[in-house]
């Protein structure tokens, strides 16, 4: 009995498949334009016919063991070859390894090589998620003819900088993934990554931060850096953004993405941009975080459904355009598009003594906490990636509890309130230092007083001594709240470490050392009317 098949059969709860005899010709050598040779592994059906369509997987994370098993195996049991490739300077393939800069180039000779093969057949499918989807976006607008459909999941054509923007930069994601890619090759890797999360957790807290990967690892993660050195907007990170590409993608595509996944917003801005130009596009959103299970079940069922459709020149199941889950009566919904019509912008406003409504504020005074960076107010679930962290919908008692946490609650519902859409606040601000953070959060408190988690963000201010309107960009949902619940707006400065903590000091971020706490002041009067912002529709 083939284990690791009958295991990924049911992880990603799939039909049986019509073959499990497979094999796997392993080291092909696919030849760059520069001169470099990258390897790959062939799986395809021991017996059956020739020329099946082909799935390509071009991943920097090797290509054997649970990999293989969830990636390459379920799709060539099922219908498809697999081509799996690492990418340059990983895993056996020749260059320097210099994260997500070469994937444009690599991938387009990658694909140019696959289809002058007498085995590929006359169909290909680009497949896989986070890394393995940016390395599809890249690229768009010169795939050939033979590349039938393009199935990114958990990703978006601008990979990284939504991390690297000035106003919030996100440690949490680019420490710990710098850690992952410097070190996966080394004997042991798994085992030595597992041990070190605990010296990893203390090292977010290294000042200066650009030597937080050697206090973790011993030794320093060129991304890590490069991500201290640049911002998201500095030249340097030109290379990896494919976002006015995404226009020109004329393949048919079907994107995964999570509510609480790193990558959502670039996520829905690219299929936006495919719906704007009028191409064959669908779009599905789960209560997923990044690294959930959700995500591989609905991208392989988009392989075996939309992808092997499109390499057989037929038809995929129909279905709308956009699915999504809908958080608080955990439901799927149907869409023509995103965001969808029939919601419109709706602010409640902050008030006094912890109230949130939407009549306008009268004449009040602010309400105040202290911000201290030594003690910096915590990331609780949300939206985070790494192994051991609990991400999406959680009990936010405990941090709403901190001195450092304001909360706004309306009355208890009436009816039924449906937020679906891109979810913003504009928060007046005021603190006794220049540089300060804004954290908004939003959230649904239930019959019990329970307050959980449904979206959230961060902007960072460089004249907060000064009374200034702080307009946040939440992270997008899909939510019901529920008659008798309650709508909660927390306001912080701060979710560490899944933002770079606040020092107060403006001193650069990769070498401030000095920490400053600060008196902050949220302010909620006609003037000066502080709100959350959400698109609101009526229920079916």
């Known amino acids: 009995m083939n284990l690791g098949s009958h295991l990924a059969q049911r992880l990603l709860h799939l039909p049986p498949p019509s073959t499990r005899d497979l094999t796997v010709e392993h080291d092909l050598r696919v030849p760059m334009r520069d001169g470099a040779v990258l390897l790959a592994d062939r799986w395809t059906p021991r017996s059956g016919p020739a020329g099946l369509p082909t799935a390509l997987i071009r991943i920097p994370y090797g290509r054997t063991g649970m990999i293989a098993a969830q990636l390459a195996r379920p799709l060539a049991e099922r219908g498809f070859q697999v081509l799996i490739q690492s990418i340059r300077g990983t895993f056996g393939s020749g260059g320097d390894f210099d994260p997500l800069r070469r994937e444009r180039e690599d991938g387009l000779d990658t694909v140019r090589w696959l289809v002058e093969q007498p085995w590929c057949g006359e169909a290909v499918v680009l497949y896989g998620g986070s890394y393995l989807g940016f390395a599809q976006w890249s690229m768009a607008g010169q795939l050939p003819p033979q590349v039938k459909a393009l199935i990114p999941s958990v990703s978006e054509s601008a990979f990284t900088l939504e991390f690297l923007r000035k106003e919030s930069f996100s440690l949490e994601a680019t420490f710990g993934w710098g850690l992952q890619v410097a070190g996966q090759e080394r004997r042991g890797a798994m085992l030595r990554q597992a041990l070190r999360l605990r010296k990893e957790r203390r090292a977010w807290y290294t000042l200066p931060l650009n030597e937080a990967d050697t206090a ?116 799927w919904r149907d869409f023509p598009s995103w965001p969808p019509p029939g919601y419109a912008p709706q602010r409640l406003h902050l008030h006094p003594a912890g109230a949130l409504a939407a009549d306008p504020p009268d004449e009040s005074a602010p309400d105040s906490y202290r911000y201290d960076p030594a003690d910096p107010t915590p990331a609780v679930g949300g939206v985070r990636m790494p192994v051991g962290v609990r991400s999406g919908r959680v009990d936010n008692t405990d941090l709403e509890a901190r001195p450092d946490v304001l909360t706004y609650t309306t009355p208890a519902l009436d009816k039924d309130v449906e937020v679906v859409g891109e979810v913003s606040a504009e928060i007046w601000f005021r603190s006794s230092l220049p540089y300060a953070d804004v954290f908004v959060r939003l959230c649904d408190v239930d019959e019990k007083g329970r307050s959980t988690n449904v979206s959230d963000g961060l902007i960072s201010l460089t004249d907060a001594d000064e009374t200034t309107c702080a307009t946040v960009r939440l992270w997008p949902t899909a939510y019901r709240f529920k008659h008798g619940h309650r709508i909660r707006a927390q306001i912080s400065s701060g979710a560490f470490p899944r933002y770079n903590r606040n020092l107060g000091s403006g001193e650069p971020r990769a070498t401030a050392t000095t920490l400053r706490a600060a008196d902050q002041q949220v302010l909620h009067t006609p003037a000066h009317p502080s709100a959350v912002i959400l698109p609101i529709g009526a229920p079916n």
């Open 216 to 331: 973790a690892v011993g030794r320093r993660s060129d991304y890590f850096q490069n991500t201290l050195d640049h911002d998201a907007d500095s030249a340097f990170w030109s290379v990896l953004d494919h976002s006015s590409r995404v226009a020109d993608l004329t393949v048919p595509v079907s994107t995964v993405g999570g509510w609480y996944d790193i990558f959502l917003p670039g996520q829905l801005r690219d299929f936006q941009a495919l719906q704007s130009a009028g191409r064959e596009a669908r779009l599905t959103v789960g209560p997923w975080a990044h690294i959930s299970m959700g995500v591989g079940v609905t991208a392989t069922s988009e392989a075996l459904d939309f992808g092997l459709a499109h390499a057989r020149g037929e038809k995929p199941f129909d279905r709308a355009p956009v699915r999504l889950f809908v958080m608080g009566v955990d439901t």
